[in-house]
Structures are given as C-alpha cells and as structure tokens.
C-alpha cells in the first residue's frame, strides 16, 4: 500500500499563493508517478500536475504556468507551489500516486483525504 496525507490549504485572496504537501509512505519503489488533483463542486475531477520517476513533470493546460510540482525525495514529500491564485483554483486538492504495472497483480491508485483550497475576497 502506499499511504498519502495532504496539507496547506486554507482561504487565500485572489493572486496570492499556498504551497501544498503530499507526505507518502510505503510501497515507495513501486511508485511511477506522483500527481496532483482537484475537484470542484459539481465540476469533474482534473489533473493538475504530474511527476514522473524520472523527473518528467507535465501540467493540466488550466495551470497556465501558475504552479509548480516539486519532489523532495529525502523528505518522502511532494509539493505543489500555486501562485496568482485565481477563484477558479477554488477546489479539494487530491495527492495521487500511479503505481508502476505489475505483470501478477491490479495496482491501483492510491489516493489522499484531499485538502480544501478556496480563493476568495
């Protein structure tokens, strides 16, 4: 299993910032990438950003440049820094993990409890 637990959200004005955590834990090895979510009421789950084994990151298109994953490997951390915080960021953000196939076994995700990012006057 792989356990993840998300923290820094909170209410923040519009363009200012928030540095999210993702702490995981162990299956660590198996692990291909790790991402973040979000989902707002009553809209779809989407990607936000990804990092990969290798480093590889990719962003979902409504970033616009505005955030950056990061990965502390040392520190079993993954981080999501949000700049320009527009009210449209407003949602739960999930910590993800993507486990690596296995050739015997289903690898699921694994999830966090999600932490609430709301950007409002």
């Known amino acids: 299993q792989v356990q993840l637990v998300e923290s820094g959200g909170g209410l923040v004005q519009p363009g200012g910032s928030l540095r999210l955590s993702c702490i995981f834990s162990g299956r660590i090895a198996d692990i291909y990438s790790m991402n973040w979510y979000r989902q707002a009421p009553g809209k779809q789950r989407e990607l936000v950003a990804t990092?990969?084994?290798?480093?590889?990151?990719n962003y979902g298109y409504r970033v616009g440049g505005r955030f950056t994953i990061s990965r502390d490997n040392a520190k079993n951390t993954v981080y999501l820094q949000m700049t320009s915080l527009k009210p449209e960021d407003t949602a739960v953000y999930y910590c993800?993990?993507?486990?690596?196939?296995?050739?015997?076994?289903?690898?699921?995700?694994?999830w966090g409890q999600g932490t609430q990012v709301t950007v409002s006057s």
């Open positions: 993800n993990a993507h486990m690596k196939p296995s050739p015997t076994d289903y690898e699921p995700d694994y």
């Open positions: 990092i990969d084994v290798i480093g590889y990151i």
